[in-house]
């Protein structure tokens, strides 16, 4: 149990470009889901915190506008990188917590987004 | 603010040797989570443990064996009799209860290399 995908795994876009991130909790429901952004080795660093039907809440420093998160049902949220730039790029994981599991998260495989 | 240290940027050893990792950790809650993952090559975050504040009875999983000391604010993780798969990157990490979302602080990770 304790399944979380990412799609895509891996994605080349060009400059300007936007791109969607799906994760997916595939045996449990998630009300709430995280997403985080790792640079080369380096810790996570929290972007956004999805709950299910209402607004994300964004670390500061997170432009909203830029990376748009929905989070439509108990399985699905997903993560928008509009405009894409260079500085982007980076290695993007999500995480889906189980509540019946002692509130741990589950991580995702994550995505590797690199904008030319 | 919550904060998770881990002094150990890298540790080579080789493979049947053991290594521990430190963690230590800062909070003004009473009631918080700890946790330890790892991260291979691959990218993927694994669950290793996870332990709450009011638990301070060690654990061994396999190889694998945590101590916890509120005293020192301190939950060191050690690898008994090192495989070369134990190779990948660990992080430790703090959720306190009363943090919206339980959201999670990582430690810089710990970076482990089993040589054969």
């Known amino acids: 149990g304790a399944v979380v995908s990412q799609h895509p795994s891996w994605v080349i876009c060009k400059s300007g470009t936007s791109v969607k991130i799906e994760c997916r909790s595939l045996?449990?429901?998630?009300?709430?889901m995280f997403w985080y952004r790792q640079f080369p080795k380096q810790s996570l660093m929290l972007m956004a915190t999805?709950?299910?039907?209402?607004?994300?809440?964004?670390e500061q420093g997170v432009e909203k506008d830029k990376f748009l998160i929905n989070h439509a049902s108990l399985t699905l949220s997903t993560l928008t990188v509009t405009s894409a730039h260079p500085e982007d790029s980076s290695f993007y994981i999500c995480?889906?917590?189980?509540?019946?599991?002692?509130?741990?998260?589950?991580f995702g495989p994550g995505t590797r987004l690199t904008v030319l | 603010a919550q904060k998770v240290t881990q002094a150990q940027t890298e540790i080579s050893v080789v493979e049947k040797e053991d290594v521990t990792l430190d963690c230590v950790y800062e909070?003004?809650?009473?009631?918080?989570?700890l946790f330890w993952y790892k991260q291979p090559p691959s990218g993927e975050l694994v669950f290793l443990i996870r332990?709450?504040?009011?638990?301070?009875q060690n654990e061994i999983s396999g190889r694998y064996s945590w101590n916890f000391q509120k005293s020192t604010s301190s939950f060191n993780f050690t690898i008994t009799a090192s495989q070369v798969v134990d190779s990948a990157v660990y992080f430790c990490?703090?959720?306190?209860?009363?943090?919206?979302?339980?959201?999670?602080?990582f430690g810089g990770g710990t970076r482990v290399l089993v040589k054969p």
């Open positions: 909070t003004r809650d009473t009631t918080y989570y």
């Open positions: 990490a703090l959720s306190e209860a009363s943090a919206a979302g339980n959201k999670l602080t």
């Open positions: 045996d449990f429901q998630a009300t709430t």
């Open positions: 332990r709450n504040s009011f638990d301070e």
């Open positions: 995480s889906a917590r189980w509540t019946l599991a002692t509130d741990t998260q589950y």
């Open positions: 999805s709950n299910e039907g209402s607004k994300a809440t964004y």
